[in-house]
């Protein structure tokens, strides 16, 4: 522990960097420099020592840093400072950043001839040519402007990953679950995938974390039979795609809430909770905003529901000597699933909902039941009014691009650090569903111990008040909430606990907990 003095009064001059964090800091932006020289189409006499010069000031750079701005401090949250700093409270620097790394995918999305990627057979150039050697590595194929976003995205999930766990040293939970994503980052997402292709180069590229609908392209009729022509491979993934879905999600957000998953498991939440965490005291906190979230991110799952269904419907047949499973059988599982799940939930799990939540639900159910009928009673054979095709490319274009990548990642230093995840994302939006009505997961708080400093609220990326539940007492279970911890991890009166328990009295009234007009004996006998 440093025992310099610091005789400054002043919050504002308190929190500059270090002559050591300084030089670290130049460390890896000469790796970033070599990676803007490529861009620029600066050709390297060695491609090989020059990415691996790049990659390794990047690590060396981020891990000396960290090393130099937590190991010198005792265990436990400083996140003091960080509306003093121009990058982690919309300063200039934000703003910069926020912009560079905008421009950057919308580059990558839609113009990745500027990162030189190759056209027509040619070679590639620029910064996709200066990863053709370790995409030759790996998978023995010239690079491609999505394996050198995986890599980059790898890599700072990585190096900020271990700077999280510095940071967060004094919370085992939060060591293990960042060591997590990590793993599956960089095992799943970027190396299975590429020593599948070396296996078997008829199998379609699959990152195996990813569960419908974020992978909403792998039910396509191309995908589809690639699957099955890979052999028993292609076919295990394919069942097992299904199976994630129906089987392995919902028991896993039953006994873990939907923390198992995007806290744990998902790439986006894990770039949002390493390479983003300077930005999470950002995300909104108001209700107007809350509001938003729930009606935003539940139309984009029941977009892309439509668009799914839209598109296997497209290549199905309607001879059943043919087709074991044809168009009319398909649409009628499908709205039969959909009816057992609304009516389920407005049978059962009716008092868990709020009421523009039983609205909201009422209304897409009709929706989707009207565009359900126009199909069978209409000649036309188009579903949902728009080709499957233009259905799948307005998805990709407007919610798998621009919201997940442009917005979704460019805006952390402006938005906080889980805009996609909070607003966008359709696999939130399905966990957060069973989470609320069907899962064992809840934050317990302790309102006897809160001293109301908020700090929970302040560095909650998803935008929930925690504060404002700790004061009553109340148990937090909100659909939105991905269980990373950090309420709890913050608090310095441990008032917040994570919890996995039985599914009785999970959702406690204020009533209760405010003692307004209850028989508290008989309440203190109920939970003998």
Known sequence: MSLKLNYSMSLA??????????????VGMLGLFILTLALFNVEFPNKTIALTLALSMLFAGVIWFSNSMYLSKSKGIKNDGVYFKSLSSKGLIGWLIGVALTLFYIVLYFYPQYLGLAQKGEENTGLVALFDPLSQLLSGRNASQWFVYGTLYTVAILVFGYKFILKYRHNRYEQIRTISVMFFQL???????EFMYVMNSDLPYYDLK????????NFEQYRIKAFINAGNIGLAMLIFGIVSIFVITPILTYKYGKRWYCSWVCGCGALAETAGDSFRQLSD?????WNVERWVIHSVLVFVVLMTTAVIHSYLGNDTSKYWLTKSSFLTGVGVLLTLVFAGTMIFKRKELAKDAKYGAIGYFIVIAVLFAMYFFSKDNTLFVFKSESLRKSYGFLIGSIFSGVIGTGFYPIFGSRVWCR?????AAILGFQQRLFSKFRITTNGGQCISCGNCSTYCEMGIDVRAYAQKGENIVRSSCVGCGICSAVCP???LKLENDSMKGRINPNEILLGNDVDLMSLVNENR
Do not use: E
């Open 285 to 289: 906190k108001s209700k107007f905003a």
């Open 210 to 217: 990813n569960v419908w609908p974020l992978n909403y392209y």
């Open 187 to 193: 095992a799943f997402a970027f190396l299975i995938p």
């Open 493 to 495: 009166r441990g008032v």
């Open 423 to 427: 607003f966008g994302c359709p696999m």
């Open 13 to 26: 001059n308190s929190y500059g960097l270090t002559k050591t964090q300084k030089v670290a800091s130049a």
